[in-house]
T-cell receptor
Framework: GEDVEQSLFLSVREGDSSVINCTYT??????LYWYKQEPGAGLQLLTY?????DMKQDQRLTVLLNKKDKHLSLRIADTQTGDSAIYFC???????????FGPGTRLSVLP | GAGVSQTPSNKVTEKGKYVELRCDPI?????LYWYRQSLGQGPEFLIY????????DSGLPNDRFFAVRPEGSVSTLKIQRTERGDSAVYLC????????????FGEGSRLTVL
């Protein structure tokens, strides 16, 4: 079955860049996603990348996809305290129905 | 409504009791998902509806769990004979497209089984 792995914690200083990494197993995933979860709130889609792309940039966010290594990363430039949250990597399964989420990376931004 | 609405937001029950959790998706969204999130973990898939039918219920852990969506809108997740291990946040999400579109999540129903 599908499996998505992430490191559990990341701590950065305000203004630095954050890089959150993810590995996945399903090579047929059409889309790969990054969701953000703030304390006490539901998950919110941050960005996604189509599997035939290597990179996608959206303001402070850069997503890099290495299909050969099944590695996805999310870079947040100029990280702010408001970026403190849990970030989930997700892929969609073979049948395009079931989203599989990683365990989440808790990002702490220090002043 | 404007977003996915889940009720109750918190539910405390005793072991062995029956529980219903309700999800009201975004109007017009045909796809509806239930996930379960335990502390420190990512959401774990339970069941997916396309319209009124359960297109994939492979994530339901056992036959104590059941979900319905009789009119293709509101869904209810039903848990019989609750166990302490069922304690988690139950998340509902809906999507306009059934094949990989953005999932819109509710804030979840936190279930605590004593």
């Amino acid at each position: 079955g599908e499996d998505v792995e992430q490191s559990l914690f990341l701590s950065v200083r305000e203004g630095d860049s954050s890089v959150i990494n993810c590995t996945y197993t399903d090579s047929s995933s059409t889309y790969l996603y990054w969701y953000k979860q703030e304390p006490g709130a539901g998950l919110q889609l941050l960005t996604y990348i189509f599997s035939n792309m290597d990179m996608k940039q959206d303001q402070r966010l850069t997503v890099l996809l290495n299909k050969k290594d099944k590695h996805l990363s999310l870079r947040i430039a100029d990280t702010q305290t408001g970026d403190s949250a849990i970030y989930f990597c997700a892929e969609i399964n073979d049948y395009g129905q079931n989203f599989v989420f990683g365990p989440g990376t808790r990002l702490s931004v220090l002043p | 409504g404007a977003g996915v609405s889940q009720t109750p937001s918190n539910k405390v029950t005793e072991k062995g009791k029956y529980v219903e959790l309700r999800c009201d998706p975004i109007s017009g969204h045909t796809a509806l998902y239930w996930y379960r999130q335990s502390l420190g973990q990512g959401p774990e898939f339970l069941i997916y509806f396309q319209g009124t039918g359960a297109a994939d219920d492979s994530g339901l852990p056992n036959d104590r769990f059941f979900a319905v969506r009789p009119e293709g809108s509101v869904s209810t997740l039903k848990i019989q004979r609750t166990e302490r291990g069922d304690s988690a946040v139950y998340l509902c999400a809906s999507s306009l497209f059934p094949d990989g579109g953005e999932l819109f999540f509710g804030e979840g129903s936190r279930l605590t089984v004593l």
